[in-house]
Each structure stands twice: as structure tokens, then as C-alpha cells.
């Protein structure tokens, strides 16, 4: 058998709709609440954020959303994505598992987010909007949006955290490339943004202050909307293309998965490959193991409470629940900034409340070390995110070695590290540092939690 093994999929075979986990959850999500008056939002609240169609989207219960078919005529520039069986991989580990990938970074921009990017640009613009801000970690998300903004005839604004941003100057070229504008945040041009330097003139930024003074500036403007990379009901729902390919591909396959791997920092890559597969365990099908593997210097699946808390640091944002470090926690600043959030998306918290889901969290170092591998298997260099899918994938595949169980393991690759080549260079100078939180901050942040009745 060849040691490179690829599953495509037609134009013709891409899903033509996104499902929609919230139709087969066993409980009810809990209500995103009104920071004054602790009742649930209703559509005008959230209006000045986002146009009516991805509103009607985010509290959806439908299990089909349709694609519109200018989103579908984007995707078939990259989508159907293509599926490997790692081969070499396996030979490397000297594994009995079969590890299959879902490789997202054949994308214009590099990785999955432009799968969430092009409909929400669409849909704006059929609103009559002629701006969008936005936030972003590593610049993945900014990327894309950008992207999706110039398609689609969008001014965009990134808000990028300042960490990243002097970290991965070329994200921030290809930005300006597709004509967005991108600053590095906390910024002088908000309210939030000034408030925060004025206490730390060299903050590093974290993906809430981002937040903060992209949705400051969006409230402003009645021309102006804000944009979401990850964490909503209705960005979670535009990925599951990927798991819903995967399905599919899998079939040509002859395999089913026994695992699911995903790298965490928000929830989308991770919702988009596994709730396809969860949607079919929910309706009768065979139960499978689905991980979420976060980094151990913000992992709000593993340590974080689930409680009710702002998205964002300056508090301009809705209540959700979800497990979170407190909308002040400011994590180290870790090469994999896309990971870099407080909080998770409330739907994949609800999963892990509900059992079904696990969740682990290791160092950067070790991320790497396991992305090094795969390169040198498979070929292509992850992104410091997806090493962690990597890694996670890679211990379930020992793990199968130890027990001598030849089980089926999926995970999503979900972007591309050819913008992220100076995380790699310190990686072999040996200047990765294993970053931790600082415990006390921690909790100072936890003990700032907006207090909820049950």
C-alpha cells in the first residue's frame, strides 16, 4: 500500500448545508444573558453586533442551515478539503492505529477560518454593511476576515494582540495584502484600549481586550458590524463543513473513527471536525472519544469554571456560560496565539458538562516536538495551534501502541505554520520556554466573575 493515501471528495459532494448540533443536544444550551438585567438577550440586543441572518443563526435549533450558493462558489476554490491517512506517521511511531487527518490549510488564507470568514463577509454585505471589525490571536482569523472583506467589497479592521503581532510580522503582511488594517492591541484608538495602557503601557494584549475595542468601534457606526473568528453558536455552525466532509471521506475510507482530536482555544476547528460525529452519536449511531486538547498556559477546559462570564475584558459583551479564567486573565504569551482566550465556546463547554467530551492540556515544547514529527512524516509544517491536535493525536496513537489496539484516529489539521517559522526557530535554538499562568492572577480574575442566580 502507498505511504501517502488522500480522500478527495467532488464539488459536487460538498455539503451543500451546515448542521447544527443545538437540534440534537439532550439539554437545552443555557440562555446568553443581558449584562443589566440578567434576562436573556433577545435579537435587538445583539443587533448592533450582527446582521439579522447570522442573528436567526445563533440561536437556531434547526438541524440544516442551507449555504447560499455565492458562499458555496467561494468554497469550491479549496472544498472539498482533502482527508490523509497518515501512513508514515504511523510508521514512525510504530503504532498499530490508523491516523487519518482533515487538512484545512489548503485554504486561500492558510487554515479553517475562512470557512466562518466568507459567510459571515456575505451576509453582511447582503445587510448593507460596509465595514467589520474584528479581533485576532496569531492572525489566522484576521487573515482570513481579510480575505473574505475583499471578496466581498468589506473594509475590515483587525484588532491583532500585541504579542502576536510583534511575534508573526508576515500575518500581519497578508492582512494588508487582502486591504484590511491591522493594529496592534491594546491600541490608542479605543476607549477600552486606552483605559488598559494607561495601567501597562507595554501590555502584551489578550484576545478579550482585542475583543473589547472591536466591538467598541462596531457599536459606533450604524454602517459598521463586528465579526467573530470563534466561540458563537453561529461561527461553531459554519465549520461543521469539515467534520461533515470527513464523514465521507471516512466512508471512501473503509474506517470510522474510534477518537477525535482537536486543538482548542476558542472551540471552532474543534466544533467544525467533531460535531458532525457527535451529531450521529446523539441520533442512535456508535459512541466515540472525542478530545479537546488545549495549551497548559490558558486552558480553560481543564482549569477554567463553568459559570456565566463577559467574552471580552472591558465587559461590552453579552453574559454566556461557558468555562472560562475570568475576562481579566491574561495568559502568558505562548507562540500558538489563536489559543490564547479566556473562555470556551458555550457549546463545546456544554458538551463537557454533558460527558461528552474529554479535555487535556499540554506545554508548547512538547506541541512542537510532536509537529517536528509529524513534518518529518507526513510533510507539512502545522501551525503552533494545530500542533496540539498533533500532539493529541500522537499520544492516542502510543497510547494504542502500549494497549496493541488498532483503533481509527481522526484529527483536524487545522492550518498551515509558514507564517509562524520564527516559533519553530526558537524551538531548535532551545528558546521555547514552558509558560505558565500566574496562579494569583488566576484568581483575582475567577474571583471577578459576574455573579448570576442559578
Not at 439579522?52 to 478539503?81: C, D, G, H, K, N
Not at 442512535?284 to 469554571?305: H, Q
Not at 456565566?308 to 505562548?334: E, V
Request: charge should be negative; glycine fraction near 10%.
Amino acid at each position: 500500500m502507498a505511504d501517502t493515501i488522500k480522500y478527495l471528495l467532488s464539488e459536487e459532494q460538498m455539503p451543500k448545508d451546515w448542521y447544527n448540533l443545538a437540534a440534537d443536544l439532550p439539554v437545552p444550551l443555557p440562555a446568553v444573558l443581558h449584562p443589566g438585567t440578567l434576562q436573556p438577550v433577545g435579537p435587538d440586543d445583539l443587533a448592533p453586533l450582527f446582521p439579522m441572518s447570522l442573528i436567526a443563526q445563533e440561536v437556531s435549533t434547526e438541524r440544516y442551515i442551507e449555504i447560499p450558493e455565492p458562499v458555496q462558489e467561494v468554497f469550491r476554490q479549496w472544498r472539498p478539503s482533502p482527508l490523509f491517512r497518515a501512513r508514515r506517521l504511523e510508521k514512525a511511531l510504530g503504532t498499530p492505529a490508523r491516523i487519518y487527518y482533515k487538512y484545512e490549510g489548503v485554504s486561500p488564507a492558510g487554515s479553517h477560518k475562512p470557512n466562518t470568514a466568507i459567510p459571515q463577509a456575505f451576509y453582511n454585505r447582503e445587510a448593507g454593511i460596509r465595514k467589520l471589525t474584528t479581533e485576532t490571536g496569531a492572525g489566522q482569523w484576521g487573515t482570513s476576515l481579510a480575505f473574505a472583506g475583499s471578496l466581498f467589497g468589506i473594509e475590515v479592521q483587525v484588532f491583532q494582540v500585541r504579542v502576536s503581532y510583534n511575534q508573526k510580522p508576515y500575518r500581519r503582511a497578508v492582512m494588508e495584502t487582502y486591504g484590511a488594517q491591522c493594529v496592534a492591541s491594546p491600541s490608542e484608538l479605543t476607549q477600552s484600549g486606552r483605559a488598559i495602557l494607561a495601567q501597562n503601557p507595554n501590555h502584551p494584549g489578550s484576545l478579550g481586550i482585542a475583543i473589547s475595542e472591536a466591538v467598541e468601534l462596531a457599536a459606533q457606526r450604524d454602517d459598521t458590524k463586528y465579526a467573530l473568528g470563534s466561540v458563537l453558536n453561529h461561527v461553531l455552525l459554519h465549520q461543521t463543513i469539515i467534520g461533515q466532509e470527513a464523514i465521507a471521506q471516512l466512508a471512501m475510507a473503509g474506517d470510522d473513527p474510534d477518537v477525535i482530536v482537536g486543538c482548542t482555544g476558542g472551540g471552532s476547528n474543534f466544533a467544525g471536525i467533531a460535531f458532525p460525529f457527535l451529531g450521529l452519536q446523539l441520533r442512535g449511531g456508535r459512541k466515540r472519544r472525542v478530545v479537546a486538547v488545549e495549551p497548559a498556559a490558558c486552558p480553560s477546559l481543564t482549569r477554567g469554571k463553568y459559570a456565566y462570564d463577559f467574552g471580552d475584558t472591558a465587559h461590552l459583551t453579552p453574559l454566556t456560560k461557558m468555562h472560562t479564567l475570568g475576562s481579566t486573565f491574561t495568559p502568558p504569551g505562548f507562540h500558538a496565539g489563536g489559543l490564547r482566550y479566556h473562555g470556551m465556546a458555550p457549546m463545546v463547554s456544554h458538551l463537557k458538562e454533558l460527558g461528552l467530551i474529554e479535555a487535556t492540556a499540554y506545554h508548547q515544547t512538547a506541541c512542537f516536538e510532536a509537529g517536528v514529527t509529524f513534518a518529518r512524516a507526513e510533510g507539512i509544517v502545522p501551525a503552533p495551534e494545530a500542533n496540539h491536535a498533533v500532539k493529541g493525536a500522537i499520544e492516542e496513537a502510543l497510547r494504542c501502541k502500549r494497549e496493541g489496539k488498532s483503533e481509527v484516529i481522526l484529527f483536524n489539521l487545522c492550518g498551515h505554520g509558514h507564517f509562524d517559522m520564527q516559533a519553530y526557530t526558537d524551538y531548535f535554538a532551545g528558546k521555547l520556554q514552558d509558560l505558565n499562568y500566574d496562579e494569583a492572577e488566576l484568581a483575582m480574575a475567577l474571583s471577578g466573575l459576574p455573579s448570576v442566580p442559578a
